[in-house]
């Protein structure tokens, strides 16, 4: 039997207030495709229904299971994959910024968001925090 125990030591809770927004991300990717479009500034074709489900599949997803998984079970290397998802996450976004002419005060408050959410996990993960 699972049992959720919640987080005892500022590391974990640092670590697991990343999972949570993760976790509501993946909510608001599932329950909300058009909303989360336009938060990350996309816009979907009516000729190309299947867009939605790029929010509701793909995007939702990753952000339910990987989150869900730190939080049920808890274990370093679930911790370090959260982190490093996020991480991935910032630094494509850094490549992008300079690649693709992203240089806006969007995509840099972005990073720095997900620069946040890497490190918190990736800190405890490997112990640096507790």
């Excluded at 500034?41 to 989150?67: H, I, K």
């Excluded at 996020?86 to 972005?110: E, K, M």
Aim: glycine share 10%; net charge positive; aromatic share 16%.
């Amino acid at each position: 039997m699972l049992t959720l125990i919640p987080p005892q030591t500022p590391g974990e809770w640092l670590a697991w207030t990343s999972a949570v927004i993760t976790i509501v991300f993946g909510l608001i990717c599932f329950f909300a495709p058009r909303a989360t479009y336009r938060i990350l500034r996309l816009q979907t074709r009516p000729d190309v229904p299947e867009a939605l489900s790029e929010s509701r599949a793909t995007m939702s997803g990753f952000y339910l299971g990987v989150g869900i998984g730190a939080i049920v079970f808890q274990q370093p290397f679930v911790w370090l994959v959260l982190g490093a998802g996020w991480a991935f996450t910032a630094l494509g976004r850094f490549v992008s910024i300079f690649a693709d002419r992203g240089n806006t005060s969007f995509n840099w408050g972005s990073l720095a968001f997900e620069i946040a959410l890497a490190a918190a996990p990736l800190a405890y993960g490997l112990g640096y925090l507790r």
